[in-house]
T-cell receptor
Framework: TQLLEQSPQFLSIQEGENLTVYCNSS?????LQWYRQEPGEGPVLLVT?????EVKKLKRLTFQFGDARKDSSLHITAAQPGDTGLYLC??????????FGQGTRLTINP | NAGVMQNPRHLVRRRGQEARLRCSPM?????VYWYRQLPEEGLKFMVY????????ESGMPKERFSAEFPKEGPSILRIQQVVRGDSAAYFC?????????FGQGTRLTVV
């Protein structure tokens, strides 16, 4: 059974600080996706990484896929209150049967 | 993603009733997935369908749950004789085979 573990589960920091969220597994994934979920809403896709070692940037967010395609990280620079939310990583083969981590609940305090 | 439409957004059912959850995929997407999210837990895969076919239902309980994606119309997740443990958020996602885009979910409450 493939599992994805995210750490930390909860993170509360001040506006302007940097942070990194980790997503780890003992299994290899063909691709890994990061989502952000607001309360009462569905997950919104942020990025998909498919190549080992791949780095993708989305404004202040930097996503990296591990060389062995077993882990990934999300780094946020100069966090803002608008970054507050639940961040989910999900692995699978394309969009099929995604395995989700339990999420990192991020709070950015003004 | 606003492109995947789920309804209803909220559904209240008494124990023993049936719940029907609907999902219209994004235009051009022929793959539909259903996930369940229990309170304070991550999303768990239930079933993967393409038009008129169930591709993978390994995550769906063997009893009381069924899913379909007919040639015409939305995908339907059906839960018969609901119990309190079925209370959860049910999300539908669609894809063209590469990336999955989620709807806003249906929050089912069994009273």
């Amino acid at each position: 059974t493939q599992l994805l573990e995210q750490s930390p589960q909860f993170l509360s920091i001040q506006e302007g600080e940097n942070l990194t969220v980790y997503c780890n597994s003992s299994s290899v994934f063909s691709s890994l996706q990061w989502y952000r979920q607001e309360p009462g809403e569905g997950p919104v896709l942020l990025v998909t990484v498919v190549t080992g070692g791949e780095v993708k940037k989305l404004k202040r967010l930097t996503f990296q896929f591990g060389d062995a395609r077993k882990d990934s990280s999300l780094h946020i620079t100069a966090a803002q209150p608008g970054d507050t939310g639940l961040y989910l990583c999900a692995g699978g083969r394309g969009a099929q049967k995604l395995v989700f981590g339990q999420g990192t609940r991020l709070t950015i305090n003004p | 993603n606003a492109g995947v439409m789920q309804n209803p957004r909220h559904l209240v059912r008494r124990r023993g009733q049936e719940a029907r959850l609907r999902c219209s995929p994004m235009k051009g997407h022929s793959h539909v997935y259903w996930y369940r999210q229990l309170p304070e837990e991550g999303l768990k895969f239930m079933v993967y369908l393409q038009k008129e076919n169930i591709i993978d239902e390994s995550g769906m309980p063997k009893e009381r749950f069924s899913a379909e994606f007919p040639k015409e119309g939305p995908s339907i997740l059906r839960i018969q004789q609901v119990v309190r443990g079925d209370s959860a958020a049910y999300f539908c996602a669609s894809s063209d085979g590469t990336e999955a885009f989620f709807g806003q979910g249906t929050r089912l409450t069994v009273v």
